[in-house]
Each structure stands twice: as C-alpha cells, then as structure tokens.
C-alpha cells in the first residue's frame, strides 16, 4: 500500500540528510513526502482495499485516521524547524523518526491482524520514547524519556499478553476469524477470551492514558520538549483511538456486556482525575496533560456505543480536539520560548504582543471547552448523543458535569491574554506560513463548529 | 478422562525431579569449604561494586547486532517459500536486506562502527 | 420580507466581522455607523415581516436553509422558525437594540475600546436573534451560549478593572451551572422525542399525560437553564455583579433582552410546561421567592445602577409566576413593556452618570431634575411605568399577572402585591435621591454637569413615548378595551389546551387598580418626605436618623407607626436578605462547592508523585481491580 511506502521512504531519505548533507531541505522533504502520503490515502477513499494478505484493509475509516494523523503531523513539521534551534543538528534525524512514527499511527488504523496492530503500537511508541528525550542535556527530557520507555514497556507486555491469550481462544490473529468466533460464542462467558479482551484493553488504555494507567502522561507531558509533547497529545491519542474503537467495535461488539462496565468506570474516573487534576495545575503543560487525559475520558464514551455512530462520533472528536490541541501546545511553545515561562502568567497580555496568537488561543480553548460554534462543542454533541443512544444517561450527565469543570481552568489562558497586563512589552512576531497555519487551524475549528457536517460519514 | 491424564504426567514430572535430587543429597560425598560455596560465576572474582558505568558503545554494539539477528531470523523463513514464490520472494527479500543495509549505513557513517 | 429572514441575524454579524476585524483601524464614526446600520436593516426586514404576519394571519412559517447536522438517524436542520411569539421577540430585540445602539455612540465616545464595543455588541444582536429565531433546541442553544459570551466579554469590557472581569467570571461560571440543566434537558429531548425541531417535538409531546415523568424531567432541566440566564433563585446573583459592564451594556444584555431568554424558551416550550404541573408550580413560586428577595434588596442599595439590576431580577421573577400559572401571553406582555421602561431606566441612568463624569452612588447625587431636564421627564415617566400606574406600560401587564396570581393562588397573590409595594418604594426611593433635593456632589462635578448630547437623548424619548403607551397593546377588558395582545399570541398559545383560564370578576379588577393607584400616590407622599430634602452629605445613619426625627416632629403617631411597621422591618429585612442570605448562604454554597474540588484537586494531585516505581504498582492495583470487577460481573451477568 502506497502510503506506507511512501512514508517509510521519506523516513529513510531523512535518515541520509545529515550524512549526504541536504539536511536543509529535510523538513521540505518531509512535508512533500507527507502530501504525497495524504494524496495517496485520499485516493482510497471508498474502495476498501485489503493489503499484504489482508494484514491491513484500507477502508473509509483508515483513510479518515490516517489523515487527520498526517495532516496534523504535516503542521507539526512545519513549527518544528522554528522550535528546535538548540537541537539543529539532529533536525533529520528526528524528522525522520517523527515520519516513521505516522507509519505507526497508519498502521494502528487500519490493520486486520492482532500482529499488526502489535507492530503499529510498537512503532508508534518506540519513535516516542526517543522523542521524549530530544532534549539530551535537559533533565526533565531524560526523565521523560525514560519514565515513558520503562512504563511503556511495562504495558506493551500485557497488551502482548492479551493478544497470545486471544490468539489460544480463537487460534487465529485475523480480526474476521475472531470476530466470527465471538459471535458464534457469545452466549456463555469464555474466560480465556474474557482474560484476553481485558489485557488488551489495559495495554490500548495506558496508550490513550487514561485512569488508573495515566501517571506517565503529565511527567512525559511536562518534560519532553513542547512541540514533542503536541505530537503525543495528538497524533499518538488519536492513533490509538482508532486502534482502539477498530478492534473492539470489530471483534468485541458481541460480548460488550462484559467489558462495557470496565470502560464505564475507567471512563468516569478518568474524567474526573484528569479535569479535577488540572484545575490546580500552574504549568500549562502539565495542565494540558491533565486535559488530554480528561479528552481521553470523553472519548471512551463512544466505545460503548454499539452501531455506527461511535466511529463518526471518535473521529469529529479526534479531529475537533487534534486540530485545538495542536494550535493551543504551538501557542504555549511560542510563549514559552519568549517568555521563558511555561505557566500560564506567561500568557499575560497575549493581546498587546500578538492580536492574532490572542485569538486563536482563545477559539482553540473555547474549542477544547466545547463551547457552541466551535468543533469542540460538536465532538461532544456527538459523543455524548451516540452514548446516549445506546442508553447510558447517567454516564452522559457526569461527563457533561466535567466538561463544565473543564471550561475554568481552559479560561485561565484566555484570562490571562486577554484581561492581564504583559510583564514586557516586547511584540511577537512570527513568520508568516506560521500565522497562516494558525490562522487555519482556527479557521477549521468555527467552521466545524457551523457546519459539522463537512465530516463525512465513515 | 483429559485431566486425569494431566494431573498423573506433572505428579510423575514432579515426582522424577525430587526423586533424582534427594538421591544425589543422598549418596553423594560433601565436602563443605568457603571455596565450594561460592555462587558460580564465569571467570574472575568481581573486584569492587559491579554497577558501574559501561561505555555507551556497548549498547551501540549490542543494538546493531540485534538489526542483523532479527534479519537473519526473518532470512530462515525466507529461505523455506523461496522456491515456491520464485522472483516475488526474491525482489521481497532484496528489498528488505536493502533497508537494513541503509541501517547499517547510517550506523556506519555516524561512526558507530568505531571502537573508542 | 419573510424571505429574506436569514439576513436578520445575518446582518448583525457581518457588522461583527467588519467591526472586529477592523478595530482600530477603521474610525469611530464608521465603526458606529456599521454598528448601528447593520442592527438597523434587521429592524426594517424584522417591520416588513411583522407586516407580512398580520396579513398572512399569523400562520407559523419554517424556513429550512440546509441540514446542519447528521448523526444517525439523528438530523437538525438549519432552520428559522418565524411565528408571532419570535416576530414579537425580534422586534424587542432589534427596536432596543437600535435604540440602545444609537446612545451608545454617544455614551462611548470617549471609549478607547469604541469599535470593539462595537463588535461585541453586533455578536450579541447576532446570538440574541439566533436564539429567537432557531426552529430547534440546538439552534436555541447554540444562540443562549453566544449570547452568554457575549455577556461575559462585555461585562468585563473593562478589563483593567480586577473586580470587573472576577463580575465577567461569576456571570459566566453561574450561567454554565444553568447551562447544564440546558444541556441535560436537550439530550433527553433527543432521547424522548428523536428530534429537537421544535414544531415536531411539541406535536410528539401531545401524547404523554399530564404529569409525565420524562416531561417533568426535561421541563425541569430547562428551567435550571433559564434560572441561569434569567438570574433567578439561586443563581440570582450575578446579574447586579454584571452591572460592572457599561450602562448600555446593562440596558440591553441585562435588562430587556438577554436575561428574558429564559422566558422565551420556556414560553416557546409551553406545551410541555402545561403537561408538567409540578414544574410551573415550581416554576412559580421560584419566580415569586426571587421577586420577593430582590424587591427587598433593591430597597437599601445606594448605587443607581444596582438598584435597578435588582429591580429587573425582581420584574423577571413576576414574569415567571406568569409562566408558572400557564399565564404566557401576559408574561410576553410583561417582557415587552418591561424592555421598554428598563431600559429607558437603564439609559437615563446612564446619562446621569454621564452627566456626573461616572458617579454611581445615589447618596452624591440630588436635585438632577434642573440640571438634566431630558433625563429627569423620561426617568419620571419610566418610574411611573415601573410602578405601575395607569396608563402607563407597567400598569397593564402587571395587572394581568397579578389577576392570574389571584385567580390561581392566594400564596403566589400576596407575595407579588407585597413585591409590588416594594416596587413602588424603592423605585421613588431612587427618583427622588436622584432628582430632588439639593445636590450632594463635588463641586468639580457640578461644574461639568451637562445634559447629555442628542445621541444619547433621542433613544431616551422614543423610549419613553413606548413606555408611556405600550400598555396600549393590552387593555383588560374590564376598562372595555380590547387585549390586542393576547389575540395576537392566540395563534402560538392558542393550540395548548392546558392552559387554565385566569378569569377574575371585574369588581375584583376594579379593585385591585383603584388600590393600586392609592398605594402609589401614598407612598409617592411618603417617600417624597423623606428623600426630597434638603440634607446635604451626611452618613446613611445620620439621614436616616434626621429624617426620622424631622417625621415624629412634623406628623402624627401614625407616620411613625408607619416607619416602624414597615420601613423598619423591611431595611431590617432587606439587609438580612442581602447580608445574610446572599452573602452568606448563597455565594457560600457557590463557593463552597468550588472549594470542594479544590480539595479533591489536591489530593488528586499528590498522588502524582513522580515516582515511577508507584506508578506501576497504581497500574498493576488497576489491572487486578479491572480483572476482579469482570469476574464478579460475568458471574452476576
């Protein structure tokens, strides 16, 4: 499959760049080898082809996870030349692992193998704990890097686990063989399998952070560099929610009474500790952790949903929080290298150094927020009707509860900017494609907000 | 009847081990020395704590030799369906040494390959 | 015209986005004139569809623009419902709001942030009419939000002010808390009905009994909503907190349009209302408690602008006892009249403290009426309309509501007559410390005392000819008129059949009107003794103390009876309201719930340890947990 190769290759030509010195020209490199990643996946839409002897299937859903991963990823290359001054000489080295890990992520959305998916997570989160320690003489990066490397590890084991537990019940790594085999046994509780579905539930549950397995997300949050920790929130949570939502609604849809109520509570939990925890945060990094795992809570919602709405609901929610996430960390990066303070005082008078970065900082927190008119508002419109289809009110009214709480630390930023005079009064500027790709992801986010359907349906 | 059978071969597994040590305890001569009851370890003594730093190159080492392992086990397989899938399998597996040789490029270039 | 409805809020927002974008560059006279122009083409398209209406018949038409959102088997259309009871909230909206606009000019002038008031002023039209027009809830929605930030950003337009963005704050984390009643009860519309349109939801409802339980739910979840947005009891207190934004801000968001969406939405969803007799009844007597409470806090607050942001909290709890007694065409009347001589109050208060270069507290004011004779005939006749005497706005659709208060419950009867009392006391209370007497200001602002500039004056007239006249639309037929009104809604609340007949005799009318009227000019004398003097700068206690001398020395024991009967409890009880009650009980329980999860946030937050080792022993204890939960639930499953 074309964008697979197409990736691998610019991950490999970018490997070469400081060696054959063109390392100027790797961020072009990258991008162009992204949009052409883009154009390939774009032109599968629809036809639902299957791969290396139906290890993959590229099917409406795929297309639309893999994407948005690489759209996101496209931006985030964009910032990253901006970013990394300090780190320069390694600047093909990480592109290349950054365009390795969307491999990850394209495999993790659209494999039909338990192996593949195994090989996607791996990828994924092999080229993350290298990222994480970008920062080789910072303390907190090597301490990142290696609290996610060692928890990481930890949870890869018992999704590994998982899958052999899987493969004795159902002899078979195929998504359609055990799809088959769990309907045809639905009835009656096979521990086996039972033992197989949980362990793989808690390895996907630490990928997308959520309670109790989410206490590596704010260290490795907070101490990777931010541009980094942007690519994590993003791109990695979106991938495996796809991973996630694909193979349990899949395989696992039959026998949803018996993990649904593992996932209520995580649910609840998660959203809990992450928004409660994030209240008090000073330091909008680690905040936005607390966040991204509160978004991780909203979205656990739609893997209870037991039709076709739970996948359109995932991904008008990865792509609302991706494209609010993505803008609202590069912010924090922009004033972080001006202010030197990653708190959120350092956002004070945003309004007189930047009118624009004021505002886009204030449409992507009104979006996360979700506040009405913005993509944030219909994510969870979405999410939270599909759960309430399938009938869990209680479950609905408690998230929305928290999704209250959220608004009051996702005004502090806001505040901050807009209602707070600056400690300096030095002007930021930027360069020009960096305003226009803000500008555009704020763009994106009213006009999902006006009209959600520009989502198709997958 | 399948249980019976399973319980019978570990109590007979069990069983043999046991049998086979305590007769050694038994009949074998013991001579108790401080030498005798040092932990074997393969070649010298340790001389002072045993955590110490190793050079990074170890690792470098240790990494580019597992690239090469994990190739030589996907080689096996390879070699089994070649004759049955002719060229394909060929070109395949062309493209796949050609990628670990860009790795091993990369290493060298990097100078990883250089002792210091 | 009815065609051309999309422009309507359309408009609005265009001049947002000319507006926004080009604050600070494009001058303030263009600024204005965008502002202002934009607000006023939705005027002329709203007349033309008002127009269109009356021939038409006042047949509902649902403009259907595109599907907005599909999810399932789940669709909302964007679409524009136009039927009398939204004709008749669009004309409020867009005549105030022009109104409000055009003294804006003049209040702002010297406003650095001018465009940008501006903006934030046209998005709230945009929201406001939104919110009035959307056929569905979620368009409903959609516009109760924005117009919630626009609030919010103009409340803390001010924003170098601390204590005015910590108002900004309060107003919008209360009005979220009523926002998330809103939220629940729309996702079990969609649950009950499998649609949010209007029309069709109220078609399906038909079926259920009266009494329903779901009904009552969803019923019951809006109005936590509208208490909210309508600042009533609990969540009451942020409107005179709000009044921190500038005076035409207070007009128009938190006077005559957006603090009575509420009683849209729940007008619009009478026919579920009628269906859930414990919600109304609930509806009402919340609606009476806060009229109460507000009428007696209103009675000792010194700042001009405070004592009429209680004053609207008090006028919006009469118009939900109106909706709780199923009484929605009055509590629609009560609505209109009330944007009228609210925010002529609101305005004329403005120009006086225009006039006094930003002074607020009514204790250095006095003696205005030479000064600002303009300010001083409209404020008179807005007083006159807010208490309540004939033939002015007030009079009228007061009157309905309290018939139907009688004609329901004597409970609900004696607390709005007690309200209305309270009304008249400290609405003159604050004619006269204003107006009368001698000036009890600096000298540098009487020196620049001046009456403000036509721009601001204009609005102030054309107000006061509605205020004067707009009763007009409702004459009780005991006087032998004709309630144009009530017909006028026939076609929206026609088809509820639930709604019970508020028929009193006409004696009874009679009776209630002529008591009435004594009682105002009672305590018009009453008042006027004590206020319009000629006290110059003392301290609140010493006023009160010579006034109360000079009254045993010049009248009877009865006076003094009086004073201590009545005045005496009700400061007593006034400030018991305000001191105890709000302060205490209320921004108590709202903080106290916020300090709950503070403490929650840090002991969450100490589990965070940063070390690694307990991390993992948190993931194992979480695994076996999950491993343990399944067990147990496969067994009982």
Same mark, same amino acid.
């Given at each position: ?109 659209? %494999? ?204 008008? %929610? ?89 608004? %009051? %630390? ?49 | ?18 049998? *086979? ?57 390879? *070699? ?31 100078? *990883?390959?250089?002792?210091? | ?16 986005? !000319?507006? =926004?974008?080009?604050? =600070? ?8 004139? !965008? ?33 907005? !959102? ?190 009575? &969406? ?21 509806? &009402? ?12 806090? &209103? ?172 009763? =007009? ?49 009672? !305590? ?63 921004? =108590? ?49």
């Amino acid at each position: 499959m074309n964008v697979v190769i197409a990736l691998t290759i610019t991950g490999i030509l970018n490997l070469f760049g400081s060696i054959f010195s063109y390392r100027k020209i790797t961020p072009l490199l990258s991008i162009i080898g992204l949009t052409t990643a883009i154009v390939f996946n774009s032109m599968y839409w629809n036809t639902n082809q299957s791969f290396f002897n139906h290890m993959m299937v590229v099917d409406n859903y795929a297309v639309a996870f893999g994407t948005v991963c690489m759209v996101l990823a496209a931006c985030l290359i964009i910032f990253y030349n901006r970013f990394m001054g300090d780190n320069d000489h390694h600047l093909p080295e990480v592109l290349s692992v950054i365009v390795l890990s969307v491999d990850g992520a394209i495999v993790m959305v659209s %494999y039909t193998n338990l192996l593949m998916l195994f090989l996607g997570v791996e990828i994924l989160s092999i080229s993350f704990y290298i990222l994480a320690g970008l920062k080789k003489k910072d303390l907190g990066s090597n301490e990142a890097a290696i609290k996610y490397f060692l928890m990481g590890a930890f949870s890869t084991g018992f999704l590994l686990l998982g899958i052999t537990l899987i493969y004795g019940a159902t002899a078979s790594f195929d998504l359609s063989v055990i799809s088959e085999y769990v309907k045809l046994n639905s009835t009656s509780t096979n521990y086996l399998l039972l033992s197989g579905v949980l362990l793989i539930l808690v390895g996907l549950l630490f990928k997308v952070a959520a309670a109790p397995f989410h206490f590596w997300t704010p260290d490795v949050y907070q101490g990777a560099p931010t541009i980094i920790t942007a690519f994590f929130a993003t791109v990695g949570k979106i991938a495996s929610f796809g991973a996630f939502y694909r193979l349990f609604q899949m395989c696992f849809s039959p026998i949803v009474n018996e993990w649904s109520g593992v996932i209520m509570v995580v649910a609840i939990i998660t959203m809990f500790i992450g928004n409660i925890t994030a209240l008090q945060q000073k330091n909008l990094k680690r905040m936005f952790a607390y966040s991204s795992i509160a978004h991780a809570g909203y979205m656990l919602l739609a893997l209870l949903s037991h039709d076709y709405l739970g996948g359109n609901a995932i991904l008008f %929610y990865s792509i609302a929080y991706g494209i609010s996430s993505m803008s609202a960390f590069i912010i924090i990066h922009i004033i972080q290298t001006q202010t030197g303070t990653d708190e959120a005082m350092g956002f004070a008078g945003l309004v007189h150094k930047n009118k624009t970065l004021a505002m886009i900082t204030a449409i992507s927190m009104l979006s996360l927020s979700g506040i009405p008119l913005t993509a944030g508002f219909f994510g969870k419109f979405y999410l939270f009707s599909s759960a309430i289809e399938s009938g869990y009110v209680l479950l609905v009214c408690l998230a929305v509860i928290n999704s209250f709480i959220g608004i %009051y %630390y996702y005004f502090k930023p806001v505040i901050e900017s807009y209602f707070k005079d600056s400690i300096t009064d030095d002007v930021i500027k930027l360069k020009s494609v960096e305003t226009i790709l803000l500008i555009f992801l704020s763009i994106a986010t009213i006009l999902l907000g006006i009209f959600p359907g520009l989502v198709p349906a997958i | 009847m399948g249980n019976v059978s399973l319980i019978v071969l570990m109590a007979c597994g069990i069983g043999f081990c046991g049998l *086979a040590q305590l007769v050694s305890k038994l009949i074998a001569p013991s001579s108790k020395n401080l030498q005798k009851l040092q932990a074997y370890e393969c070649g010298v003594p340790t001389i002072g704590a045993s955590w110490i730093q190793f050079n990074v190159g170890y690792y470098l080492f240790a990494l580019i030799f597992l690239v090469f392992d994990v190739e030589l086990m996907f080689l096996f397989p390879w *070699a089994v369906v070649n004759k049955e899938m002719g060229i394909t399998a060929f070109i395949e597996i062309v493209v796949f040494i050609f990628i670990l040789f860009l790795g091993l490029l990369y290493a060298w270039k990097k100078g *990883a390959l250089k002792w210091m | 015209m009815t065609d051309l409805v999309w422009l309507v809020p359309l408009l609005p927002l265009i001049g947002f986005i !000319i507006n =926004g974008l080009g604050f =600070g560059k494009i001058s303030k006279n263009t600024a204005a004139i !965008i502002g202002c122009g934009s607000v006023f083409l939705s005027l002329i398209i709203v007349a033309g569809i008002f127009y269109e209406d009356l021939g038409r018949g006042g047949e509902a038409v649902q403009k259907t623009y595109f599907t907005w !959102i599909t999810a399932g088997n789940l669709s909302i259309d964007f679409s524009l419902l136009i039927d009398r009871l939204s004709i008749v909230m669009m004309l409020i909206v867009t005549g105030v709001g022009l109104l409000i606009h055009i003294y804006s000019v003049g209040y702002m002038h010297n406003d650095v942030g001018f465009g940008k008031f501006f903006a934030y002023m046209n998005l709230f039209m945009f929201s406001m009419l939104v919110l009035v027009l959307g056929a569905n809830y979620v368009m409903l929605f959609i516009g109760w939000e924005g117009v919630g930030l626009c609030s919010y950003l103009l409340i803390g337009f001010w924003y170098k002010n601390r204590e005015y963005t910590a108002a900004a704050n309060k107003a919008f984390i209360m009005n979220r808390i009523g926002d998330l009643g809103f939220l629940l009860g729309l996702f079990l519309i969609f649950k009950t009905f499998g649609t949010s349109d209007f029309q069709r939801v109220f078609s399906s409802v038909q079926s259920f009994s009266s009494g329903d339980i779901t009904i009552t739910l969803i019923t019951l979840f809006l109005f936590i909503g509208a208490m909210g947005k309508s600042a009533q009891i609990p969540l009451f207190t942020w409107l005179p907190d709000a009044m921190a934004g500038p005076t035409p801000v207070s007009a128009l968001i938190h006077a005559a349009t957006m603090v009575t &969406a509420g009683i849209y939405m729940i007008a619009r969803s009478n026919i579920m209302y009628a269906l859930a007799p414990s919600t109304s009844e609930f509806v &009402a007597v919340v609606g009476a408690l806060t009229a109460l409470m507000a009428g007696f806090i &209103a009675l000792t607050q010194t700042d001009i602008k405070k004592v009429l942001a209680y004053s609207t909290v008090s006028q919006l709890g009469y118009m939900f006892v109106a909706l709780g007694l199923t009484a929605y065409s009055s509590a629609m009347f009560h609505v209109m009249t009330h944007a009228f001589f609210k925010a002529l109050l609101f305005l004329g208060a403005g120009s006086v403290i225009h006039a006094l270069s930003g002074e607020q507290n009514m204790r250095k004011m006095g003696g205005l009426r030479k000064h600002l004779p303009i300010t001083f005939i409209t404020m008179a006749i807005a007083t006159l309309a807010i208490v309540g005497f004939p033939p002015f706005a007030g009079f009228f659709s007061k009157d309905e509501i309290l018939t139907a208060a009688y004609s329901h419950s004597m409970f609900l009867f004696v607390i709005l007559s007690l309200t209305s009392v309270l009304t008249v006391l400290y609405m003159f209370r604050f004619f006269f410390l204003t107006f009368f007497g001698e000036f009890r200001g600096t000298k540098y602002q009487i020196d620049h005392i001046h009456e403000s500039p036509k721009s601001m004056t204009l609005p102030l007239l054309i107000l006061m000819v509605l205020s004067a006249v707009g009763g =007009g639309l409702g004459i009780p037929e005991a006087l032998g008129g004709k309630h144009f009104l009530s017909e006028y809604f026939n076609h929206v609340f026609g088809g509820n059949t639930r709604i019970q007949s508020h028929e009193v005799s006409h004696f009874f009318e009679y009776g209630l009107m002529i008591i009435s009227m004594v009682l105002i000019i009672l !305590i018009y004398q009453f008042t006027k003794q004590r206020y319009d003097k000629k006290v110059i700068g003392k301290s609140v206690e010493e006023l009160k103390m010579s006034l109360w001398y000079k009254l045993s020395l010049n009248k009877f024991y009865v006076d003094e009876l009086y004073d201590k009967i009545i005045v005496k409890p009700l400061n007593g009880m006034s400030n018991f309201f305000f001191n105890s009650i709000e302060k205490k009980v209320i921004d =108590g329980a709202v903080n106290g719930s916020g300090q709950t999860v503070y403490f929650l946030s840090s002991m969450l937050k100490s589990l965070q340890s940063g070390n690694i080792g307990f991390y993992v022993l948190m993931m194992v204890i979480g695994i076996v947990a999950i491993l343990f939960f399944s067990l147990i639930n496969t067994i009982t499953l």
